[in-house]
């Protein structure tokens, strides 16, 4: 293969474009990583949910801190069929010792589909017992088997650490979860059975309109898709429109400086394009040269920037929210890919242009 | 004029280049024929339309005015497209100086040709280095252009030429980067392997003692083929 003996015997100048290439696949890969890691800190913990549909009260505006669904709401919502499960919140403060953070505390209905896997520990079996995410265990120190107390405003509650999950965070704090009785104790405490019985009441069926039945049958709710809900925690809309903007941009200006590279390339061969074309080469074939070194750095490129962003994930403290998704690698290569188009075909435009007759010293 | 359906006829061929009062014409009402087995030498000072005339016969630039027919086929109107496929399957080229691709080594230089014409094979490759021994080259068939000496760089330049086995050759000035000792050489083995294989050869040359080799010389000045004279 000619177009790989270039190659071979321009190292250096491949090898630093191959470096650019790999650079903005880098860059691309973090930003998309970053962006996703913010997301997750907003609504990791929702995301998580095992449910299609998320119930709010009506006069919410579809917002997990102001709904309050009623022991009858949720026990209709039950009626109208599919899986349903009660998901209280509420924002707390975990002490223990010398530490004091502030988490996002869950209720759920045990059983139900709100029930959050276990990943170490055991499940919840009674009120003083406590799940912590793993991010939380992770940034505090916390393990099972330890005692913790979660304030809400002057009342104290105490539990017992009995199992991990990894359900993510909610509005950047990390999740804890209890029992929905608790969670209704220590949200609405001395309020009884008078307490609204849930915030939220998740729900996942089969039938495309079991939103619209919920909603039909149940008054004063509101049913949202999990993606709608997450949509609606306030901020994450603007987040996910400057975080793509950023992509965007650094799409933009990748693809630019990768075109410019190879069309730097191609300008700097037009007296060997010339030999070629003089010789009777077509430009199709000149031009199935440069795709192949363009397939070459392009995946040189990709084996550099992937490996590279990996490494930084495991470098970087947990605390940074950088979530090094399957979409990461997705964005990064189609960017290159389209880039490196993008790029050969400026070049191609000069492979047609490049004159035989130059060959010949003339022109 | 000698008539040979399978030579090369020049015929009435114009060049100008630009319009108008900047109008240069280059090349003006050339008409010749060369047979096949047949060496020509073109020669003039610069400037007399040589290499232009040259790249008109091998189909790199279209005449204004003319024709220029090559084995039976009028080549003066093709496309660009149908003229690249004639120069890769009937024309071998030796131009001025340095032509090699730089990063390509001896053989691989010969090897452009069939794979410009996807023709790449063990047997292509055989050929390539049978024509690099005939040549006296075989030795440096893997060292790349810049580690051979001129004489070394215009005998792999003319296996390239010799490579696709083409009817038609045409050299722009052979000997302008080599001593005469080894400008005698290159050309002789030029002028043997255009007789042996039954090629049309025609040469650029502004170096009269290269003329011993050729069977014939077309006087250029100004454009024009002056007198065609016999050796």
Known sequence: ?363 | MSQDEQGLLAQSLTKVFGSGDTAVEAVRDVSFSVRTGEFVAIVGPSGSGKTTLLAMLGGLLIATNGRVVVGGSDISRWSEAQRARFRRERVGFVFQGFNLVPYLTAEQNLMVMPSISGKVSGEARERARQLLRELGVEKRAHHLPGELSGGERQRVAIGRALMNDPLLVLVDEPTSNLDSERGNEVVHSLAEEIKMRNKIGIMVTHDRRMLTHVDRVLEMADGRVQSPERQ
């Open chain 1, 1 to 363: 293969m000619l177009a790989l003996q270039e190659i071979r015997r321009k190292k250096l100048q491949f090898g630093l474009i191959s470096l650019i290439v790999g650079l903005v696949v880098y860059l691309l890969v973090m930003i998309s990583a970053l962006g996703s890691g913010l997301l997750s800190a907003m609504s990791g913990a929702v995301n998580s949910f095992d449910a299609d549909l998320v119930v709010f009260s009506a006069d919410s505006n579809d917002s997990f801190l102001r709904s309050e669904l009623t022991a009858s709401q949720r026990d209709a919502i039950a009626e109208v069929g599919g899986a349903t499960g009660g998901i209280g919140y509420m924002a707390a403060t975990a002490q223990e010792d010398s530490l004091t953070e502030d988490v996002a505390l869950f209720g759920f209905e045990p059983g139900s589909i709100a029930e959050p896997a276990v990943r170490s520990g055991r499940a919840l079996a009674r009120e003083g017992e406590i799940l912590i995410d793993r991010g939380l265990s992770r940034s505090s120190g916390l393990k099972v088997g330890d005692q913790i107390t979660m304030r809400n405003a002057l009342i104290a509650y105490n539990f017992t650490i009995v199992g991990e999950v990894d359900e993510g965070q909610f509005l950047g704090l990390p999740s804890a979860y209890v029992l929905l009785d608790k969670w209704r104790e220590m949200r609405y405490p001395g309020q009884g059975e008078d307490a609204p019985a849930a915030s939220v009441i998740l729900a996942r069926g089969h039938a495309d309109d079991l939103g619209a039945r919920i909603e039909a049958a149940v008054p004063n709710t509101s049913v949202l898709s999990k993606s709608e809900a997450i949509s609606a925690i306030g901020g994450v809309t603007e987040q996910e429109r400057v975080v793509m903007a950023i992509e965007f941009f650094g799409f933009v200006i990748g693809a630019l400086v990768i075109g410019s590279f190879f069309f730097v390339l191609t300008m700097q061969r037009a007296y060997e394009i010339a030999i070629f074309k003089a010789l009777g080469a077509s430009s199709w074939y000149v031009f199935g040269q440069l795709i192949c070194q363009v397939a070459a750095v392009a995946l040189a490129g990709l084996a550099l920037g992937v490996p590279l962003a990996l490494v930084t994930e495991a470098a970087l403290p947990s605390d940074i929210p950088l979530q090094i998704t399957t979409s990461a690698f997705l964005t990064g290569g189609a960017s290159i890919t389209i880039a490196a188009l993008l790029g050969s075909l400026f070049s191609a435009r000069q492979v047609v242009r490049v004159n035989p007759m130059s060959a010949l010293g003339q022109v």
